[in-house]
């Protein structure tokens, strides 16, 4: 597992705590943020799959 994909976890494991946590105490703005954070990291895991797919191609 690289890098990016272990920090995408981390932020996107934190991004749904703070979305529900604003879903829950009707806070708009810390739901919006929490999705964004959430996407962030599923984003940033996804990079990491891929670089280790490239980096498996040219063993």
Same mark, same amino acid.
């Given at each position: 597992m690289s890098d990016n994909q272990t920090k995408g976890t981390a932020k996107e494991i934190g991004g749904t705590i703070k979305e529900k946590a604003g879903k829950a105490m009707g806070d708009d703005r810390m739901e919006t943020e929490g999705t964004g954070e959430r996407v962030e990291g /599923?984003? %940033?895991?996804?990079?990491?799959?891929?670089?280790?797919?490239? /980096?498996? %191609?040219f063993r």
């Open positions: /599923k984003t %940033q895991k996804n990079i990491g799959k891929v670089k280790d797919a490239v /980096k498996d %191609q």
